[in-house]
């Protein structure tokens, strides 16, 4: 049986470990940096070829109203 000291070190260090791995999940290594302008180009490039998945609220309400 574990005594009450062993139940929290082991408490704490659970606690670490998930802090530490939601931390690496939500920080984003790319933050502060720029998009070169060729990637920019790219990017709208392939977004001109594909066909858009969502439907604005003006397109919704000059459909319905």
């Known amino acids: 049986m574990a005594t009450l000291t062993e139940e929290k070190q082991?408490?704490?260090i659970i606690r670490k470990t998930i802090v530490e791995s939601i931390q690496g999940v939500l920080t984003?290594?790319?933050?502060?940096?720029?998009?070169r302008e060729d990637v920019v180009k790219r990017l709208k490039k392939y977004?001109?070829?594909?066909?858009?998945?969502?439907?604005?609220?003006?397109q919704i309400k000059r459909k319905y109203l």
Not at 28 to 35: K, M, S, V
Not at 48 to 58: D, E, H, R, V, W
């Open 10 to 12: 082991i408490s704490n």
């Open 28 to 35: 984003d290594p790319d933050y502060g940096l720029e998009i």
């Open 47 to 58: 977004r001109a070829k594909i066909p858009p998945k969502l439907t604005s609220l003006n």
